[in-house]
């Protein structure tokens, strides 16, 4: 790869990591929906679908991955890093799996991040815990999850349609 062609995939990592954080930041700044504790509209994931339809697996992931990092460094506490960090790295792999089979569009891809994001912060709530008493929260967390992830599944798609990163670089 020569150096322009370095620079640019750079910059456009950059840019599409400091949207990420900029949404996360936003998300934090909203109040808890209804009072509900983990539910979010999943702002940054519009991100992540962007990468992985315009660029590739591995940008998406390594994108989605230090945004969380940076937003829990700045943000957040250890605790949250964890909840984020599963939540996230579970929903960017199960997407990247989905994708590859052709079958989904990013509407359905995206959904099936949201669940499994909130499968992982289920996960690590337990962990934290030590309990199983919590996994009746999943089915509400599973409904967001999905709504949510159709949403960002179609803007996602929709910026896709528009702009091709890869021709960029």
């Given at each position: ?6 620079t640019r995939k750079l910059a456009i990592y950059g840019v ?51 945004r969380i990092a940076i937003v829990s460094m700045l943000f ?94």
């Amino acid at each position: 790869m020569n150096e322009m062609k370095k620079t640019r995939k750079l910059a456009i990592y950059g840019v599409l990591t400091a949207l990420a954080i900029i949404f996360g930041y936003i998300e934090l700044q909203l109040p808890a929906f209804f009072a509900v504790p983990g539910i979010k509209p999943g702002l940054t994931n519009i991100v992540v679908v962007v990468a992985l339809y315009s660029l590739d697996n591995k940008s998406a992931l390594f994108i989605n991955f230090v945004r969380i990092a940076i937003v829990s460094m700045l943000f957040g506490t250890v605790i949250a890093f964890m909840f984020s960090a599963i939540g996230g790295l579970l929903s960017t792999t199960v997407m990247i799996l989905l994708k590859k089979t052709d079958k989904f569009s990013p509407i359905g891809v995206s959904a099936a991040g949201g669940i499994t994001h909130n499968i992982g912060q289920i996960i690590v709530a337990m962990f934290v815990t030590g309990t199983t008493n919590i996994l009746w929260y999943l089915g509400i967390l599973w409904l967001t999850g999905t709504i949510s992830g159709l949403l960002v599944g179609l803007i996602g798609g929709m910026i896709c349609k528009h702009i091709d990163l890869n021709k960029i670089i």
